[in-house]
């Protein structure tokens, strides 16, 4: 079935430093790609997506590129803030056989310090 | 728009007992999610709702959970007959409909269910 994994947390950088989040994904069929976040004491908001390979999606600072060949959609951003701190979910959305599924990684907590 | 809704926001129940959820999507929004999270986890899919039909629930979901969408807005998850394994958050979820899975998903702030 699907899934996807994510680098373990929690990761603690300094302000202004360079962040890398690993995520890859098993999937069976052509899923697009998601990173969410989740800020202390408040539901998932959509980060940025990414629907077919070579897609870059981006928002706030925040990259990833849908890399069909080493099925990695890797966040990245060049320079942290302290208001980054969150936990930060990679996530697919596919078909497969048995109709619509979406999955969830475990998350990333990032802290950001001063 | 006010954004996705859940009520309660914490319950405290008795093993055994009965409870019921109810999330309120965005107002134009035709897909409703149901998730549960537990600690140190990501989000795992329950059902989903396009309108008031339910398309897909997961091959996980014991059949001692049941939602309905009666009218194709407001959304109720209940759990029956409690058991401390169902302790979690439960997230709702909901999205416009696009010509694919390529929709984002706007979620509200969850429930937290412990089970005494």
């Known amino acids: 079935g699907n899934s996807v994994t994510q680098m373990e947390g929690p990761v603690t950088l300094s302000e202004e430093a360079f962040l890398t989040i690993n995520c890859t994904y098993t999937?069976?069929?052509?899923?697009?790609l998601f990173w969410y976040v989740q800020y202390p004491g408040e539901g998932l908001q959509l980060l940025l997506k990414?629907?077919?390979?070579?897609d870059k999606g981006s928002n706030k600072g925040f990259e990833a590129t849908y890399r069909k060949e080493t099925t990695s959609f890797h966040l990245e951003k060049g320079s942290v803030q302290v208001s980054d701190s969150a936990v930060y979910f990679c996530a697919l959305s596919d078909v497969d056989n048995y109709g619509q599924n979406f999955v969830f990684g475990p998350g990333t907590r990032l802290s950001v310090l001063p | 728009d006010t954004g996705v809704s859940q009520d309660p926001r914490h319950k405290i129940t008795k093993r055994g007992q009965n409870v019921t959820f109810r999330c309120d999507p965005i107002?134009?929004?035709?897909?409703l999610y149901w998730y549960r999270q537990t600690l140190g986890q990501g989000p795992e899919f329950l059902t989903y709702f396009q309108n008031e039909a339910q398309l897909e629930k997961s091959r996980l979901l014991s059949d001692r959970f049941s939602a309905e969408r009666p009218k194709g807005s407001f959304s109720t998850l209940e759990i029956q007959r409690t058991e401390q394994g169902d302790s979690a958050m439960y997230l709702c979820?909901?999205?416009?409909?696009?010509?694919?899975?390529?929709?984002?998903?706007?979620f509200g702030p969850g429930t937290r269910l412990t089970v005494t």
């Open positions: 979820a909901s999205s416009r409909t696009a010509g694919g899975p390529t929709y984002e998903q706007y």
């Open positions: 107002s134009e929004h035709n897909r």
């Open positions: 999937a069976t069929g052509y899923p697009s």
């Open positions: 990414a629907t077919k390979a070579d």
